[in-house]
């Protein structure tokens, strides 16, 4: 596993970008000049949770900001929403995998966060079919959920190699 995000050099974080439920300030810094990413402060964390230690964890989060920019100006209806949720979702669900102790249950979410990453490739496809988001943005995004899907996919089958081998 890699380590934790750290707070990189001040010269390449961005103004603090205020949290929308709390309004609270969270320390960002900008992915591809296209999206504040965030960042952790050890300092103020403290202890790092389970989610955050794993790569797909911090890959979904990335995705996740990248998708409520998509098309924010332009009404979409129901393909948006779809795409928020099912974003969400996969940073969910990652989350709630990494706090079980069981290995089934692991993969089980871990299966549920990759089904919700291959729903985010369709709507990606769909609204860049229908020329809703740019050759970049769609790039990008591919890119990410690729890499997410693969990495579920290679803990979903491990977390289910460690059941089998539990059973007596």
């Known amino acids: 596993m890699a380590q934790p995000l750290v707070v990189?050099?001040?010269?390449?974080?961005?103004?603090p970008v205020r949290d929308r439920l709390a309004g609270v300030p969270v320390p960002v810094r900008r992915a591809s000049g296209l999206v504040p990413v965030p960042i952790l402060n050890r300092s103020a964390a403290g202890s790092v949770l389970d989610c955050e230690?794993?790569?797909?964890?911090?890959v979904a989060v990335e995705f996740?900001?990248?998708?409520?920019?998509?098309?924010?100006?332009?009404?979409?209806?129901?393909?948006r929403d779809q795409l928020d949720r099912a974003s969400v979702s996969v940073v969910l669900n990652i989350a709630e995998g990494s706090g079980r102790f069981a290995p089934a249950e692991k993969a089980h979410f871990y299966l549920i966060a990759r089904g919700s990453a291959m729903e985010c490739l369709a709507a990606l496809f769909l609204l860049q079919a229908r020329s809703l988001v740019s050759t970049d943005v769609y790039r990008r995004s591919r890119a990410l959920l690729t890499r997410v899907v693969a990495m579920l996919t290679r803990l979903s089958s491990a977390?289910?190699?460690?059941?089998?081998?539990q059973r007596p």
């Open 64 to 79: 996740q900001f990248l998708a409520a920019s998509v098309c924010s100006g332009r009404r979409l209806g129901s393909l």
């Open 8 to 15: 990189p050099e001040p010269a390449s974080v961005a103004l």
């Open 159 to 165: 977390m289910q190699a460690a059941a089998v081998r």
């Open 53 to 58: 230690r794993l790569d797909v964890y911090r």
